[in-house]
């Protein structure tokens, strides 16, 4: 049904008609004769030599379309991670956005749909951008790079994309409504694997530029309040903890001069999060971008406070003290943004989450292991109690760097060249993989999988550029790849890790979060003011719910 398929596949679609039209001679002569025996043995050709040779055919045409819809994942990689009939749904409607906007979806984390511009080819411009994005009757707010849409619908009014029309994509919209305008148009006149992957390039050059002018705005001394509403919830993030970093190195070099100044930068920081809940309460609460960015803003605040004043009671005095350098800090420099703790670090990634992100690392006291083994190219095996815990783990990890995450959870039926499909995606692009119970694999496809990480991991060790799978494809690799897998670990039992995986993969045991703080950050969101009295009691009915309950109804 694609044109441009049939075109690049000629010999193939011939083949495939012949077949096609044998295949129908063959049913209406079967169904006009009336006597069984005639029907299969009668003719010329026996009836199993002419459906043993249209199988051989048919087979012949599969691998030729297999061969062509990896050529196409090798131009865009995030084509590994559906179908062949997702991709090949999506390369027959490549003229209609609106019949792939699903599959954009699987391959964009968090995006919603594309925002497009239409304008004529004879020069005049018909783009019009309420008219793409929202319905006569929703809104449309637009700031300085930003524009936050309500309730939208996006191509529900659209104009049909006709031969004389250019269609180009201007930026992309995120589940809960933010719409990112691109820095330059992506067109979409050639073919989707070209468009998707401009879109892809597009939208992390976008969010680079505005790291670095969120990062001018703050030194210029602008307030948060400005540049919050300016920019998209996962910059404003990620400049408050570059900025957070660039206050408590600076107050912690000058408290050999001034040994008030970390508690200097300790009254800043409370000081915001005391007067930001009233704030949010009095902000309408129709405009969810907006309240999603200060939340999230006021929850990585108070963890701010409380690592800072936590500095203060330690009294460090040196940036070189590990009390310092365990801390998940954020540096911003010519080669862009980067997570770094200890002596270890991870280049930001900007993938776009929206407003669907948790920079909050001192959650997780897992994140110098993490950070350690993505370094030395390992993979890390996460246990724990609760599989959302164990997979929000790695969500956090990703989301503080940036990172596309790609979370597979296994069965008895997945078969292993998907796995190796997954794989290679994986590698060619440099995303991350999260493999959920893998123990629930065959014996047979946890050895192809941990024979393909163990070549994949060990050329990387070797700063190898490209590798050989078990299956003979050669994959090129990206230094940026990394991969998980979690295992189940309870009262009553505690899944061994293979033995096939426990040379490549190091293992971690999820700590205990701060409940604490957690309970103490949503009281302060939800705006009470006693929040450390509501901690108390709500801590107390935890207790006194766990005296009642068994271990094994805690568990569930």
Known sequence: ??????????????????????????????????????????????????????????????????DYLNDKRKLFPRFYYISDSMLL?????????????????????????????????????????????????????????????DDVTLYSDAPAWTGGTTVTAIGISSVEGEVLNFN????????????????????????????????????????????????????????????????????????????????NVAKKYSSFVNKMPAFISRMMKDNRVAVAKWENLLSLA???????????????????????????????????????????SVNYGCE??????TLNPQRDKNTLVLVKAINQCTGVAISGESPVSREETVRNLASMCGRFLLTLHCSS????ESLIKVLTGLSEEGS??????????????????????????????????????????????????AVFTTKTTNFYRTEPLPDCLKGMFRLISISNPNINLIIKTLMTILGFKSGKILMDRLLMVKKLTALQLKPKDLST
Request: one cysteine or more.
């Open 1 to 66: 049904s694609l044109p441009a398929t049939r075109h690049q596949l000629p010999h193939e679609t011939k083949r495939f008609h012949v077949i096609d039209k044998t295949w129908s001679k063959l049913m209406k002569r079967s169904f006009e004769t009336k006597n069984l025996i005639q029907c299969c043995h009668g003719g010329d050709t026996p009836k199993g030599t002419i459906l043993s040779h249209l199988s051989d055919q048919l087979d012949y045409c599969q691998r030729s379309l297999g």
């Open 89 to 149: 749904a999506v390369l027959s409607s490549y003229h209609n956005i609106e019949d792939i906007s699903p599959y954009i979806r699987a391959m964009f984390k968090n995006t919603h749909s594309v925002v497009l511009s239409y304008s004529a080819d004879s020069g005049q411009d018909e783009q019009c951008q309420t008219h793409l994005v929202a319905n006569s009757s929703q809104t449309l707010t637009v700031t300085d790079g930003m524009t936050s849409v």
């Open 184 to 263: 330059r148009e992506v067109s979409l006149t050639e073919g989707v694997e070209v468009w998707l992957n401009g879109l892809l390039t597009v939208t992390q050059e976008t969010l680079t530029d505005r790291i670095y002018e969120i990062d001018r705005d703050m030194k210029k001394g602008i307030s948060v309040e400005d540049y919050v509403h300016t920019y998209p919830c996962q910059v404003v993030l990620l400049g408050f903890c570059i900025q957070w970093t660039r206050d408590c190195e600076t107050a912690i070099l000058d408290n050999k001069t001034d040994r008030r100044a970390v508690l």
């Open 302 to 344: 108070i963890n701010a406070r409380e690592v800072t004043e936590d500095f203060q009671r330690k009294k460090i005095k040196e940036i070189t003290d590990f009390e310092w350098l365990k801390n998940p800090r954020y540096y911003l420099d010519d080669n862009g943004a980067k997570l770094v703790v200890s002596e270890y």
């Open 352 to 357: 776009y989450f929206g407003c669907n992100q």
């Open 413 to 416: 039926q997945t078969t292993s």
């Open 432 to 481: 991350w993989g999260c493999f959920s119970h893998v123990l629930r694999l065959s014996e047979e496809t946890l050895q192809v999988l941990a024979q393909c990480i163990h070549i994949i991991l060990g050329n990387l060790q070797q700063k190898n550029e490209e590798c050989s799978l078990v299956n003979g494809q050669v994959v090129s690799l990206n230094s940026n790849f």
